[in-house]
């Protein structure tokens, strides 16, 4: 019986390891998450304002009204 107590004991102490461990893992990946949407965000945006401007360098026009 000891030794199941011991062999128990000593799974319970891996898994509260393994625990800890993806914890840990978990909670560095939410902040690289958090990190790259914060950077997508950015990119988007630099995207939307390159998309205003028209390759000489002018800000887009709009079509004219006959258009």
Known sequence: MDKQ???LQT????QENTILELSDVLARQ????AA???????VQQQVIELM???PGGREAE??????
Do not use: G, M, N, S
């Not at 799974?11 to 891996?14: Q, T, V």
């Not at 939410?30 to 998450?33: C, K, L, P, S, T």
């Not at 709009?62 to 258009?67: D, G, W």
């Open 5 to 7: 107590i011991v062999e």
């Open 30 to 33: 939410q902040r690289e998450i």
């Open 62 to 67: 709009p079509p004219p009204p006959h258009y």
């Open 52 to 54: 205003q401007i028209e």
């Open 36 to 42: 790259l949407t914060t950077k997508l965000d950015l």
């Open 11 to 14: 799974r319970l102490a891996f």
